[in-house]
């Protein structure tokens, strides 16, 4: 079963900064299948990237994701108010499994 | 506009039964493999259980198997999730979500609460 771990757990920025996220597979996965959501307090998750590196619909181009193998990184270019929040990697298969979150704070 | 909608949660004492409902709305649900995830308060996403478009392939975590059963009624575009034997660690929202690899929609989660 392949575990995904994101670093860091917490990461503590201002506007205009640059987050660099990071989702680590115990195992080679199909980059096709990593995906990373954003999720704020009160809300389910929101899909940004699928594919390792391709925008879902409406995700401003901020956002961008890169990575293939066993290591996958979610960028956000310059940090606007509205991204701060709880980051997730996700594998999907037979099951989801997900990545235990990064928490993106001001 | 394909959107999920969750029913049924609320406060239920430890060995308590539970069954949660996601009804579809804007697709057909018997075109597509469903999820159950929850959300422990404070925490990250849990995946529960998966069922199969037909219905007739089912999957569940570890944490929850032989507790908890999840169906679908296509002619109802419905979706369930029997959970019996609750425990206090179950708390959590949970959520259906039809999760593609380029795709997904999410329901916006129903409150379980399991208590003395």
């Known amino acids: 079963e392949v575990v995904l771990t994101q670093s860091p757990g917490t990461l503590s920025l201002s506007p205009g900064e640059r987050a660099i996220l990071s989702c680590r597979a115990s195992e080679t996965v199909i980059s096709t299948y990593l995906a990373w959501y954003q999720q704020k307090s009160g809300q389910p998750p929101r899909l940004l990237i699928f594919?390792?590196?391709n925008r879902a619909t409406d995700i401003a181009d901020r956002f961008s994701g890169s990575g293939s193998g066993t290591d996958f990184t979610l960028t956000i270019s310059r940090m606007e108010p509205e991204d701060f929040a709880v980051y997730y990697c996700l594998l999907y298969g037979d099951s989801l499994t997900f990545g235990g979150g990064t928490k993106v704070e001001i | 506009e394909a959107q999920l909608a969750e029913s049924g949660g609320g406060l239920v004492q430890p060995g308590g039964s539970l069954r949660l409902s996601c009804a579809a709305s804007?697709?057909?649900?018997?075109?597509?493999?469903i999820h159950w995830v929850r959300q422990a308060p404070g925490k990250g996403l849990e995946w529960v259980s998966r069922?199969?478009?037909?219905?007739?392939?089912?999957i569940y975590a570890d944490s929850v198997k032989g507790r908890f059963t999840i169906s679908r009624d296509n002619a109802k575009n419905t979706l369930y999730l029997q959970m019996d034997g609750l425990r206090v660690d179950d708390t959590a929202v949970y959520f259906c979500?039809?999760?593609?690899?380029?795709?997904?929609?999410w329901g916006q989660g129903t409150l379980v609460t399991v208590s003395s």
């Open positions: 069922i199969n478009s037909e219905g007739k392939s089912t």
């Open positions: 979500a039809r999760v593609l690899p380029r795709s997904a929609v």
């Open positions: 804007g697709f057909a649900l018997s075109d597509y493999w």
């Open positions: 594919g390792a590196s």
